[in-house]
């Protein structure tokens, strides 16, 4: 059976936990058993998806599938802390996976570091398509993508994190312990010495200790990170994996929008395509803000009776001047990416927090609309 | 508003406008002779594209003048350069910074080391507010930081604990003890942007509480983007039952010279007052929730064509009106 993943992902606050849930029960009411990996849902999301307990596995959504019976929807919260125990759990045997466990700054790098929520996404990802793969649990698998500074961050992070545990950087701190930095030439000598003095001025003595008896342990235990990380990567690039771009017709999204489609392009990644969220809708009639405005205006001359009209025509006026900022912004996208192909999903009155509202995005996303 | 606070640190949930904020409430605290020093940290070139210069380098660069003769400067910092200076700074050490960086440490510390990059990010904005208290010519009467969002904005000030995962005793520590002082200080206020919709609401609320648990000095809020009610109490809950008197604005409409589109035009302007009246409904039910925060509030319009430079004068100039000095 052939797998199909997609990633969703954007600039933060466009829609990118929404848009990736509504896909996923879009597909799973058409006959599909999906699996949808979250990353950090608004609660009332959340609860809508019955996602209260979080246990880093995934648990069906009751009461979801298609019209005759088949396709499910299972859904999941990452929990980045326990995933990278997980790992260390399952690569070392129990006394030295406590080790490292215990480790200062593998508890440090394991909750907080800038990077590290990425690189469980992507292991988590491996993961859930190695039991697809096993026992044929799902067919398609959704990926929503950590708040991250930039999108990019969601493809360098693993790999950033990777090279630097196998780097050069880590082994020169650990070398004292392996005994090298001997038999290296005199101005490396020089360098390394000041490197090193240098560290312990920024770090202390004390962190340096504890990121050698990391590495130290972490080193005999895995095969590799960077290994790691990078058959992930590859995992993205393989056909049955394909990138939803969302963002929303405002400038910074889109910039960080375009960004990330030339960034898919030169690593050969599959892009679906772009999903522009709470787009104002313009109105089906031909009366431009101008117009309206000027109509609105000679309204108000008349008398105190025209002065309902006027504002209704004031109304009009704003909705079309941001529809036409809007339009405006997408044409350049478009204009600058032909070929990606977009639609768009109007902003709704009120906020989605349940599986009707997510069906009703669905649909939307659905309709063929150009932006 | 805000006496004694030298830093404003400017965050909220992605998309609702945090760098035009932090930009509109720099121009605000610059007017009559101030001058105001505009910071990002984000590698993002925000300012530069809202103000549409060039990038910003690394470097304190005017960038606006303010109503009134005062001054807005502007700097990007990233990790890195603010690694370099730190050496330099307290250890005098900035050459230091080729071999560093050929080893893979510039990497380690402003990338991968949990928090270092963010003693190091918020390390430079105290610098800058502790000119003021050493007189220092190149002062700033105060600081504005377009920070994270809100998601990660009690980790991103709250260096202490951040690295003390990392370091209990050491430099490093004494530092971001350095840091703390400043920011957890009257000196600092931590403003949230919202909007009101629901989400965002509910993750400023979030942020409040998490920011006082942590003991941050919370700030103001600021509602950006809300739209003016158009209509009167009275038209609203007529849009809303969709009971407006259709007859009397298509006759209204023949007056404006629309009247010859039929009745499309009525049906269409209809819809969008309940749509409106739909929407003023949220973004009261959102107000009121943003209010029981008690907090200092500030609301600003939705600018209709866009954030240009004339808007951020604009919203600036709202600011000053609001109380804020």
């Known amino acids: 059976m052939s797998i199909t993943i997609i990633v969703c992902t954007g600039a933060g606050g466009v829609g990118k936990t929404t848009t990736a849930a509504a896909l996923a029960l879009r597909a799973a009411e058409q006959g599909r058993d999906v699996c949808v990996l979250t990353i950090d849902p608004a609660k009332r999301l959340a609860q809508a998806m019955g996602l209260s307990i979080l246990d880093n596995t995934p648990r069906r959504v009751e009461g979801v599938c298609g019209p005759d019976g088949k396709g499910s929807l299972h859904a999941m919260m990452l929990d980045m802390k326990r995933t990278f125990d997980e790992v260390v759990e399952g690569h070392a045997d129990p006394e030295r996976a406590q080790a490292i466990l215990d480790n200062p700054f593998y508890q440090a790098l394991s909750s907080s570091f ?13 993961q859930l398509r190695a039991k697809a793969d096993e026992d044929g649990s799902w067919d398609l698998i959704i990926v929503d993508t950590p708040p991250s500074r930039s999108a990019l961050d969601f493809l360098d992070a693993p790999e950033r994190l990777g090279s630097f545990l196998d780097g050069r950087f880590i082994r020169i701190l650990t070398a004292p312990a392996r005994g090298a930095g001997r038999g290296i030439g005199k101005i490396a000598a020089f360098s390394f010495g000041l490197f090193t003095s240098v560290l312990n001025k920024i770090l202390g003595s004390q962190v340096l200790a504890d990121v050698g008896s990391f590495v130290a342990a972490i080193d005999t235990t895995f095969g590799g990170f960077r290994e790691r990380a990078d058959a992930t990567y590859t995992l993205l690039q393989a056909a049955g994996t394909s990138f939803v771009v969302i963002a929303a017709p405002e400038r910074d999204a889109l910039r960080e929008a375009a960004f990330f489609v ?11 395509g772009l999903v522009l969220n709470r787009v104002q809708e313009g109105s089906e009639l031909n009366l431009s803000a ?3 405005t000027a109509s609105a205006d000679k309204l108000e001359k008349l008398g105190p009776d025209e002065r309902l009209t006027a504002a209704l025509l004031r109304l009009h006026a704003d909705r079309q001047r941001i529809y036409t900022r809007q339009l405006h912004l997408a044409e350049r996208f478009t204009a600058a990416h032909p070929g990606v192909a977009a639609t768009t999903v109007p902003a709704l009155p009120e906020d989605i927090h349940d599986i009707s509202g997510l069906r009703e995005i669905g649909d939307l996303l659905a309709k063929k609309r150009e932006p | 508003m805000w006496p004694g606070v030298a830093l404003h640190v400017v965050s909220g949930k992605g998309g609702t406008g945090k760098t035009t904020v932090a930009a509109a409430l720099a121009l605000a605290l610059a007017h009559q002779g101030k001058r105001t020093l505009l910071m990002e940290v984000e590698d993002r070139q925000g300012i530069a594209q809202l103000f549409d210069t060039p990038p910003l380098p690394y470097e304190e660069r005017k960038i606006a003048v303010a109503p009134g003769g005062g001054e807005v400067w502007a700097l990007a910092i990233n990790a890195q350069e603010a690694l370099l200076d730190y050496l330099d700074i307290f250890y005098n050490l900035r050459r230091a910074g080729s071999v560093l960086r050929r080893m893979g440490a510039i990497d380690f510390a402003t990338t991968i080391a949990p928090g270092l990059r963010d003693v190091l990010l918020t390390g430079k904005a105290c610098e800058v507010v502790r000119r003021i208290d050493k007189l220092a010519p190149n002062a700033y009467s105060a600081i504005v930081l377009d920070a994270p969002p809100t ?21 490093i520590r004494n530092h971001a003890d350095l840091v703390m002082s400043v920011i957890s200080s009257p000196r600092t206020a931590v403003h949230l ?30 509602v950006n983007m809300t739209r003016q009610p158009m209509l009167t109490g009275e038209q609203l809950q007529e849009a809303r039952s969709d009971t407006l008197p259709a007859e009397s604005i298509e006759q209204c409409l023949n007056e404006a010279g629309l009247g010859d589109r039929g009745g499309a035009i009525v049906s269409t302007l209809l819809r969008e007052a309940n749509d409106h009246a739909l929407r003023v409904d949220l973004e009261a039910r959102e107000s009121a929730r943003i209010v029981e925060l008690g907090l200092p509030t500030f609301f600003l319009p939705l600018l209709s064509q866009g954030i240009d430079l004339g808007g951020l004068y604009e919203l600036a100039n709202l600011l000053r009106e609001a109380g804020v000095r």
């Open chain 2, 151 to 171: 998601g990660r904005i009690s980790r991103f000030l709250n260096v202490n604990s951040e690295v003390s995962g990392l370091a209990k005793v050491g430099p």
């Open chain 1, 262 to 272: 030339e960034r898919l392009k030169s690593d050969s990644m599959p892009l679906a």
């Open chain 2, 193 to 222: 942007v919202t909007l009101l919709e629901e989400m965002p609401v509910q993750e400023t609320a979030d942020g409040v509480a998490e920011l006082r648990a942590a003991h941050l000095p919370v700030g103001g809020i600021f």
């Open chain 1, 290 to 292: 101008e117009q309206a």
């Open chain 1, 114 to 126: 800038a990077g590290t929520q990425e690189y469980m996404a992507m292991e988590k990802l491996g």
